[in-house]
C-alpha cells in the first residue's frame, strides 16, 4: 500500500509543477495594467515637436494636496476643451499664480455660489499663454470639468486667456440660470482674447501624446469635444472654438505616423 502511495505521489509532484510552470509562464506573459501617462512622458513627447515652452509639475508650480484621495481612471478615450474665462496672465510667474488662484477657487470657493466645490483642481493641465503645459490633476485621475458621468474617461484641458465672443453672451446667461435654486451670477464681458499659436500647438501636441499613450482612432472628432458639447455653456468661448475644427484635421493628419511608432 505505502509503496502505490509513493508511485502516485511520485507522479502528482511533477504534474503539479508543470501546473505551476504554465501558470507561472501565463501570468508572465499577460499584459500588466498600463500606467497613466506622466509629465517625464509629456515633456520628453514635447521636446521632440519641438516645442521648448515645456511642461510644470504640480510640484513646481506649488499645488497644495488634493483634500481627499482622488478616484482612479485607468483609461481615457476623449479630452474636452476649456478656457478659464479669466485675463491673459502676463508671463509664466503671473501664469503660476493663476494656477494656484485656480486650484484654490475649485477647492475653496468658486465665483458662483451654486457651483460644486472639488477635491483638487479640476483639470489635469492648463496652458499658459506661452504655451507652457501645467499639470493639474494626474492624467490617471478622474477629472471634475465636464459635469457628472460626462467626466468618465474624459481628460481636461483648459487654456488660459477668455475667449468668448459676444454671440456666447446668450448662452452664459442661460447656463446661469437654469440652475435649480440658484441665483444667476453675473456674467462678465468677454474680453475678446484669442488663443496664442503657443497655446494651440502644445494643445496640439498634448492631444497627439495622449491619443499615442491611449491608442486613440481616428477621426479626431471623435475623442476631441469642446465644454458646450456636454451642457449650455460659453465654454470654450467662440474665439477657441473656431479653432478646434483646423486642430482636428492637423491631429487626424498625424495619427498615422503615431501608429507607425
Not at 81 to 103: A, C, Y
Not at 140 to 145: I, P, T, V
Not at 175 to 191: H, I, K, N, Q, Y
Not at 209 to 222: N, Q, R, V, Y
Request: aromatic share 4%; charged share 25%; proline share 9%.
Amino acid at each position: 500500500m505505502s509503496g502505490t502511495e509513493g508511485v502516485i505521489r511520485g507522479t502528482r509532484l511533477p504534474m503539479r509543477a508543470a501546473i505551476v510552470s504554465l501558470l507561472g509562464a501565463a501570468l508572465a506573459g499577460a499584459q500588466a495594467p498600463q500606467a497613466p501617462p506622466n509629465m517625464g512622458d509629456l515633456k520628453a513627447f514635447l521636446a521632440r515637436r519641438g516645442i521648448p515652452s515645456g511642461v510644470l509639475t504640480r510640484a513646481e508650480w506649488g499645488a497644495v494636496d488634493p483634500k481627499a484621495p482622488l478616484k482612479a481612471m485607468p483609461t481615457a478615450t476623449r479630452i474636452t476643451v476649456h478656457h478659464t474665462m479669466e485675463e491673459f496672465p502676463e508671463g509664466l510667474p503671473d501664469s503660476i499664480g493663476e494656477m494656484r488662484r485656480i486650484q484654490e477657487l475649485h477647492m475653496r470657493g468658486r465665483r458662483n455660489a451654486c457651483a460644486e466645490l472639488f477635491d483638487d483642481i479640476g483639470y489635469h493641465g492648463l496652458i499658459a499663454p506661452d504655451g507652457t503645459f501645467l499639470e493639474g490633476r494626474p492624467f490617471g485621475s478622474l477629472g471634475a470639468h465636464a459635469g457628472g458621468v460626462n467626466n468618465r474617461e474624459n481628460i481636461g484641458i483648459s487654456l488660459m486667456g477668455d475667449f468668448r465672443r459676444p454671440e456666447d453672451k446668450a448662452l452664459g446667461a442661460v447656463e446661469e440660470s437654469s440652475r435649480p435654486g440658484c441665483e444667476p451670477a453675473p456674467v462678465p464681458l468677454a474680453r475678446g482674447h484669442s488663443p496664442t499659436p503657443a497655446q494651440m500647438r502644445t494643445l496640439e501636441a498634448v492631444i497627439l501624446f495622449l491619443a499615442e499613450k491611449h491608442d486613440w482612432k481616428g477621426p479626431a472628432s471623435g475623442f476631441i469635444f469642446p465644454h458646450r458639447h456636454f451642457r449650455v455653456t460659453e465654454c470654450p468661448g467662440a474665439a477657441l472654438l473656431s479653432e478646434l475644427d483646423g486642430l482636428k484635421v492637423r491631429v487626424d493628419a498625424e495619427l498615422p505616423s503615431l501608429r507607425g511608432r
